[in-house]
């Protein structure tokens, strides 16, 4: 069977794109397109190129602190991770290709933040397009390509089934990693863990986040602004922060979180007003909380849940 195939954005739960491509092996399929977002263009692209199999073996043996020192942050930049450790680590292993060149017709999404348009690459090198679609707007600086500030397909289009429409294909597969939560989203205001992550400890995000803003509030500069601040305003600021009748925040919520949780919110909505007009019976979905969004170190978790959930949505659908 000839499939069209959608991979979806969703940060580290994309590795189970990875278990997803191997069930589709598996059956003997054949994949005749692939169009992704973010963390979906990525595996998506790696596929193309035939290298799934070693990036597959290079994911299993990340642990959490290989992921810590891929992610190169930094200070002053518009965003808080560059992306480029990563990116050459990837290259290493699987080359670095044209898109033209892939076996499979290929697109990555990304978002023009200039424009307000989507921007679809469907030629030219391969990681560079990568690079543009990851770029979670604060958390990984933007590409400049020309007069194109570019950023996370997602922000528009989480799971970008529209490059596919006119592929001659028997049938679409979509990866949809922002499925029904396991747990109710209203949880979050209970706990005193809230993560990033799902492991129960300190999310290593956060706690870099927090060092690096210490760092930069310790500058002359901030102790400048502070001072003038305060004489300009008082305690006009501080009081503001008791607003009378508000409950208490969870002790653990941070910027980092609020950041994901907001840009979930959009996303959510974005998806489900993209996907009415072309539905895709064969969706496999990945519930949104199965893992943090940096949890990279757990590959075979996450390949071993996409695979599991593919089986039972291709038996389903005669795929």
Not at 55 to 81: A, H, N, Y
Not at 144 to 161: A, C, K, W
Not at 167 to 189: I, N, Q, Y
Request: proline share 5%; net charge negative; aromatic share 6%.
């Amino acid at each position: 069977m000839k499939i069209a195939l959608v991979l979806g954005s969703g940060g580290a739960r994309g590795w189970a794109h990875i278990g997803v491509l191997d069930e589709l092996e598996a059956r003997g399929h054949e994949v005749v397109a692939i169009s992704g977002a973010s963390i979906g263009s990525l595996v998506g692209g790696v596929y193309g190129a035939g290298k799934l199999a070693e990036l597959k073996e290079w994911v299993l043996g990340l642990s959490k602190s290989d992921v810590r020192s891929l992610l190169d942050f930094t200070i002053g930049e518009p965003g808080l991770i560059k992306g480029k450790r990563v990116l050459a680590e990837i290259e290493k292993v699987t080359g670095s290709p044209d898109i033209e060149d892939l076996r499979v017709p290929f697109t990555a999404v990304a978002v023009d933040i200039i424009s307000g348009r989507e921007v679809w690459f469907q030629r030219g090198p391969l990681f560079r397009a990568v690079r543009a679609s990851i770029s979670i707007p604060t958390a990984f600086t933007p590409v400049r390509i020309g007069n194109r500030l570019l950023v996370d397909g997602g922000l528009l289009n989480p799971l970008p089934v529209e490059p596919t429409l006119s592929v001659a294909a028997d049938a679409t597969v979509a990866v949809d990693l922002r499925g029904p939560a396991a747990t109710h989203p209203r949880e979050v205001l209970s706990r005193d863990d809230l993560k990033l992550g799902a492991e129960g400890e300190d999310s290593w995000m956060t706690k870099s986040w927090e060092r690096a803003k210490r760092s930069l509030l310790e500058t002359e500069f901030f102790h400048r602004l502070e001072e003038s601040w305060g004489a300009r305003f008082g305690d006009a600021a501080s009081a503001s922060d008791n607003t009378s009748g508000s409950e208490p925040l969870p002790e653990s919520l941070r910027t980092m979180e609020v950041m994901a949780l907001s840009l979930r919110v959009m996303q959510d909505a974005i998806n489900r007003y993209r996907a009415a007009p072309n539905p895709v019976p064969a969706t496999v979905r990945i519930p949104k909380d199965a893992v943090g969004d940096l949890d990279y170190h757990r590959a075979a978790e996450l390949i071993d849940m996409g695979r599991t959930a593919a089986i039972k949505v291709f038996d389903e659908t005669g795929i």
